[in-house]
């Protein structure tokens, strides 16, 4: 072992080698079996192929119970480098080596107290630099999710991340297990396997077989991404260190993964913040460690004071300018770990840009509700932020417009705007809410209640409550209960008229089945397209879970409700973004198809945020709502912060964010030389928006209902979901949180205490009600808009209304 970690130059210092070799001399068991090379210690074990050296499976005792963490079995098996064929060293148990064009290769497998080292090297043996588009190790878990309940077992590829001197992640389970890695060495960079990867022509599929670390890899690469590991030169040899294990909890990942490899990690409080607010930063590290930060009004990277306390080290920043700031911590050995915070704008900014995009963008109706989404965005800022001309012009637009997607007399769907995409009616049925709301003119309810009608009928919801099409359960795509709430909401205005009081009944009782149905199935349940453990079917669920639970009063139905919505989500964190150190994606929900929509091959490629990440805000606002649990708040504004940054400083409006370091693509971009055309573009995209195509990719004839991914069909105004999740949980929202030991955490307002009471001021005129949740009774004076409004001994959640 020692002789192995000398050759490959390891990082370790020698002391810490040698401590290594005595504590696996141990209560380590490694042996043959058959097979199998298997090691083992007291509360986990690794069992390793002898044919290939892959790792069979890997197992971990919790509670007295030993778990499988399930590896590959098929060419995607690993650890494995990609197309070479390793053989079982005889002389050292455990390793495994093979040749191929004059490049030697090793894995072998180490034990460590409570995790698995897995060792690969590269020696080149020839005359000349050996340098490939990549050198691939297939990390091999198991990540392909294909039913209900088989997915539970399956562990997605949550968080790969690439730094300078290092890469880490981790796998996790709908079960939240996790399992860890990270290098102690430089990686260049790293690849989702999409089980379609690579492909250049358009193809379906919702599946990820595993990740693998591509030790090394042409550029460009990410700037955060190791720069020089492009080649192996003649006779040169590079070794990485691969730690990899269970870890207990979310909140136990940074500092194992530190511990492991000795590598520095940061943790932030916040990622998206006003320029009133400060950030707290959190290191760990077993090395002293210093935290800088550069970016606007910062002329040289400044270092921050922190303290100490064991392997965690603290500071605070307060910024000063908008835009973003990076962070970074390194340690007394040179090792370097990044992370990325944003200064936005006031909430109002974004809605006023994203409706001047519509209003020059004007949507236009297809047989998918993905190119009409902006009439969301367009009447509810009109509601707040009334522009005579552009909101008369996209008014009439829909008016005219509107015969093409739906029949105005019978209110069955036009058959070319697809009737079994039931979620392009239940969408324009939310659409005419917001009409009625702004205009106040009746007859858009009038219609919204038609269009309830036919989503009521026998046609679209079964006896079980299901609203299903061509057999599918659609209540989960898109989110038709929700919308059907939404004019629930708007009908009760209205219930003194016995006709608006007997549609009231009649719809609310359509989606309280609705929502039962989806109580029952919980994750149990099917979506449109491809089925996996799918992003949208489960938010789409606990959203509307959520949603129909804050409008019970009987405490026992809302609890079963918010329980419901609870286990959803928490199955849904494997496809979440709750630990990247990134502004960008902090939050965002994990979605690889949605590229298709654009026109963008291959049509694997990770979507994180996306316009759909916006329905586990829904989602994690109605829990915040339901149980005043800290994490539901914080959760909901980071993943919003992340979303609204694909609007750029200057109010340009982008697709979504692909944080997929290198992916060789083929985009459709404008034709300069034919108006309203497009034209493929071979490409490399890493780590970077995509634009919108829709402004330009449009149909000559703006008056006939367009097919969808077809000129004038583009899908990607699912942008729009953003500012519709904005306007509903924060543009007019403050919110006020006191902990039991009386520290405070606010958004959209600014908090201070004097004299006993909590004097809180909203950071905008627009914000209409504050929402105070608080452990211990609190006196309160909200300062708004030339108004006072003071209160008493407040405790628990409460909503105040500015108005």
């Given at each position: 072992m020692l002789k192995t970690v000398t050759i490959c130059r390891s990082v370790y210092p020698l002391r810490f080698i040698l401590l290594?070799?005595?504590?696996?001399?141990?209560?380590?068991?490694?042996?043959?079996?058959?097979?199998?090379?298997?090691?083992?210690?007291?509360?986990?074990?690794?069992?390793?192929?002898?044919?290939?050296?892959?790792?069979?499976r890997y197992e971990f005792r919790e509670h007295g119970v030993w778990k499988t963490i399930p590896f590959r079995h098929d060419r995607m098996a690993g650890p494995a480098w990609d197309g070479i064929m390793l053989a079982h060293d005889k002389k050292n148990p455990g390793s495994f080596i093979g040749e191929k064009d004059h490049i030697l290769y090793n894995i072998s497998y180490v034990p460590a107290q409570d995790h698995l080292i897995v060792k690969c090297s590269m020696t080149?043996?020839?005359?000349?630099?050996?340098?490939?588009?990549?050198?691939?190790?297939?990390?091999?878990?198991?990540?392909?999710?294909?039913?209900?309940?088989?997915?539970?077992?399956?562990?997605?590829?949550?968080?790969?991340?690439?730094?300078?001197?290092?890469?880490?992640?981790?796998?996790?389970?709908?079960k939240q297990t996790i399992f860890g890695f990270t290098t102690a060495e430089p990686v260049a960079s790293y690849a989702i396997n999409y089980i379609?990867?690579?492909?250049?022509?358009?193809?379906?599929?919702?599946?990820?077989?595993?990740?693998?670390?591509?030790?090394?890899?042409?550029?460009?690469?990410?700037?955060?991404?190791?720069?020089?590991?492009?080649e192996l030169a003649p006779g040169e040899t590079k070794c990485w260190h691969i730690h990899m294990g269970q870890i207990q909890s979310l909140p136990d990942v940074k500092s194992k993964l530190s511990e492991w490899a000795a590598i520095p990690m940061i943790e932030c409080?916040?990622?998206?913040?006003?320029?009133?607010?400060?950030?707290?930063?959190?290191?760990?590290?077993?090395?002293?460690?210093?935290?800088?930060?550069?970016?606007?009004?910062?002329?040289?990277?400044?270092?921050?004071?922190?303290?100490?306390?064991?392997?965690?080290?603290?500071?605070?920043?307060?910024?000063?300018?908008?835009?973003?700031?990076?962070?970074?911590?390194?340690t007394q050995s040179g090792k370097t770990a990044e992370a990325r915070i944003f200064v936005r704008q006031p909430w109002s900014w974004y809605m006023k840009n994203a409706r001047d995009f519509v209003a020059e963008n004007q949507p236009l109706f297809s047989n998918a509700c993905e190119t009409f989404y902006g009439y969301y965005t367009a009447f509810l800022a009109a509601k707040h932020f009334p522009d005579t001309a552009k909101d008369n012009a996209l008014q009439e637009r829909f008016d005219n417009t509107l015969p093409l997607i739906i029949d105005t007399t019978t209110w069955l769907p036009n058959p070319k705007s697809l009737p079994h995409r039931i979620q392009n009616f239940s969408a324009l049925m939310g659409m005419l809410?917001?009409?009625?709301?702004?205009?106040?003119?009746?007859?858009?309810?009038?219609?919204?209640?038609?269009?309830?009608?036919?989503?009521?009928?026998?046609?679209?919801?079964?006896?079980?409550?299901?609203?299903?099409?061509?057999?599918?359960?659609?209540?989960?795509v898109i989110y038709t209960a929700k919308s059907m709430l939404e004019l629930v909401a708007a009908e009760e205005k209205l219930i003194a008229n016995p006709v608006w009081k007997e549609r009231h009944e009649r719809h609310l009782n359509s989606a309280r089945k609705a929502v039962d149905d989806l109580c029952g199935r919980l994750d149990d349940i099917e979506t449109e397209g491809d089925m996996t453990f799918e992003d949208g079917m489960?938010?789409?669920?606990?959203?509307?879970?959520?949603?129909?639970?804050?409008?019970?009063?009987?405490?026992?139905?809302?609890?079963?409700?918010?329980?419901?919505?609870?286990?959803?989500?928490?199955?849904?964190?494997?496809?979440?973004?709750?630990?990247?150190?990134?502004?960008?994606?902090?939050?965002?929900?994990?979605?690889?198809?949605?590229?298709?929509?654009?026109?963008?091959?291959?049509n694997q490629a990770m979507n994180s945020p996306h316009g759909w990440t916006a329905w586990k805000i829904y989602a994690s606002y109605y829990l915040y709502l339901l149980t005043g649990e800290e994490f539901y708040l914080t959760d909901f504004m980071d993943t919003l912060g992340a979303c609204t940054q694909i609007m750029k400083e200057d109010g340009h409006l982008r697709w979504g964010f692909i944080p997929d370091p290198y992916i060789e693509a083929k985009l459709y971009v404008e034709n300069p030389e034919q108006k309203h055309h497009g034209l493929v573009v071979d490409s490399i995209v890493g780590e970077q928006y995509l634009d919108m195509i829709s402004p330009w990719l449009r149909p000559d004839d703006e008056n006939t209902i367009c097919q969808f991914k077809e000129r004038g069909g583009a899908g990607d105004?699912?942008?729009?979901?953003?500012?519709?999740?904005?306007?509903?949980?924060?543009?007019?929202?403050?919110?006020?949180?006191?902990?039991?030991?009386?520290?405070?955490?606010?958004?959209?307002?600014?908090?201070?205490?004097?004299n006993g009471t909590l004097h809180i001021i909203p950071d905008e005129a627009i914000i209409s009600k504050v929402h105070l949740n608080t452990a211990r009774k609190t006196n309160i004076s909200i300062q708004a808009t030339g108004k006072k409004i003071r209160a008493k001994s407040v405790l628990g959640c409460k909503w105040i209304e500015l108005n």
């Open positions: 290594l070799g005595i504590l696996f001399s141990f209560n380590v068991f490694a042996k043959q079996s058959g097979e199998e090379y298997i090691i083992e210690r007291e509360n986990w074990k690794a069992f390793i192929r002898l044919s290939d050296g892959t790792v069979d080149n043996t020839g005359s000349t630099p050996y340098a490939p588009k990549q050198s691939r190790l297939i990390l091999g878990i198991d990540s392909e999710m294909h039913a209900y309940p088989q997915w539970d077992t399956k562990f997605f590829p949550t968080l790969l991340r690439c730094e300078k001197d290092f890469a880490w992640g981790y796998f996790m389970s709908p379609y990867e690579g492909w250049l022509k358009w193809k379906w599929g919702h599946q990820i077989r595993t990740a693998s670390l591509d030790m090394l890899h042409c550029l460009p690469l990410p700037e955060r991404h190791p720069q020089n590991l492009t409080d916040r990622y998206t913040i006003t320029s009133k607010e400060s950030i707290s930063v959190r290191g760990y590290s077993t090395d002293s460690i210093s935290i800088a930060i550069k970016g606007p009004g910062i002329k040289n990277q400044k270092s921050l004071t922190t303290d100490k306390k064991g392997n965690l080290y603290t500071t605070c920043f307060r910024p000063t300018q908008k835009g973003e700031y990076k962070i970074t911590a390194t809410v917001d009409l009625w709301e702004y205009t106040g003119e009746k007859h858009y309810l009038e219609k919204a209640a038609h269009i309830a009608d036919y989503l009521c009928s026998d046609k679209i919801q079964g006896p079980d409550g299901a609203y299903r099409s061509q057999g599918t359960h659609y209540t989960a489960i938010t789409c669920s606990a959203l509307q879970l959520g949603m129909y639970g804050l409008q019970t009063t009987e405490p026992s139905q809302q609890k079963k409700y918010s329980e419901a919505a609870r286990y959803l989500m928490d199955k849904h964190k494997c496809l979440e973004q709750l630990l990247i150190p990134d502004c960008r994606m902090r939050g965002a929900t994990l979605r690889y198809w949605e590229a298709l929509d654009i026109y963008f091959i291959p105004n699912t942008v729009q979901e953003i500012f519709k999740v904005m306007e509903e949980c924060a543009l007019t929202s403050a919110y006020v949180l006191i902990r039991k030991d009386g520290s405070i955490l606010a958004y959209n307002c600014q908090v201070h205490k004097k």
